[in-house]
T-cell receptor, first 113, second 110 residues
Framework: ETGVTQSPTHLIKTRGQQVTLRCSSQSGHNTVSWYQQALGQGPQFIFQYYREEENGRGNFPPRFSGLQFPNYSSELNVNALELDDSALYLC????????????FGEGSRLTVL | QKEVEQDPGPLSVPEGAIVSLNCTYSNSAFQYFMWYRQYSRKGPELLMYTYSSGNKEDGRFTAQVDKSSKYISLFIRDSQPSDSATYLCAMSAGNNDMRFGAGTRLTVKP
């Protein structure tokens, strides 16, 4: 069984730039969620994708956007990066139903200078 | 007031101690309660999953949920140095928006 994989693991960007983070879901999981985890904080829900459509969104501005592909992999795009976007971005896959058993990847650590 | 409150610690205990970790919450719609363990620079790993009120035991770990008090706990018996990590409580109303606590950093000293 293949787990959730994310890339890149680390990246540094400057304010105003754009970034794309990628995620491959666990085998058999068709739902992907993205979370932002600031240092010393718990993960915060950004959005979820199911069947290639956004299926719920947290309190994040529109410059945070995503995609899900037919193979259930997903991308998170962030435009016009701000210093406060520096965080660990976590992708989690799950089966549909929203009961909460999420399987996380190792995360992509983004630093915005 | 945050929707999910968790004492960030840090908590330091000797090997073999019983560890008690807790969270309180304010949203009575939460029905699904989870504990995740997160090692440094890693993604969270699901430890325990409980639906509604009650207890659940898995090896050295016991999860308790008291919905009337809006209080959940995780107990670790015979703690080991390998248990040193950040423990995150999480809960969901059955929709896709899971709410996490800030995490409690635990160190188990040999």
């Amino acid at each position: 069984e293949t787990g959730v994989t994310q890339s890149p693991t680390h990246l540094i960007k400057t304010r105003g730039q754009q970034v794309t983070l990628r995620c491959s879901s666990q085998s058999g999981h068709n739902t992907v969620s993205w979370y932002q985890q600031a240092l010393g904080q718990g993960p915060q829900f950004i959005f979820q994708y199911y069947r290639e459509e956004e299926n719920g969104r947290g309190n994040f501005p529109p410059r945070f956007s995503g995609l899900q592909f037919p193979n259930y992999s997903s991308e998170l795009n962030v435009n016009a990066l701000e210093l406060d976007d520096s965080a660990l971005y976590l992708c989690a896959s799950s089966l549909p139903g929203g009961t909460g058993e999420l399987f996380f990847g190792e995360g992509s650590r983004l630093t915005v200078l | 007031q945050k929707e999910v409150e968790q004492d960030p610690g840090p908590l330091s205990v000797p090997e073999g101690a019983i560890v008690s970790l807790n969270c309180t919450y304010s949203n009575s719609a939460f029905q699904y309660f989870m504990w995740y363990r997160q090692y440094s620079r890693k993604g969270p790993e699901l430890l325990m999953y409980t639906y509604s009120s009650g207890n659940k035991e898995d090896g050295r770990f016991t999860a308790q949920v008291d919905k009337s008090s809006k209080y959940i706990s995780l107990f670790i018996r015979d703690s080991q140095p390998s248990d040193s990590a950040t423990y995150l409580c999480a809960m969901s109303a059955g929709n896709n928006d899971m709410r996490f606590g800030a995490g409690t950093r635990l160190t188990v000293k040999p």
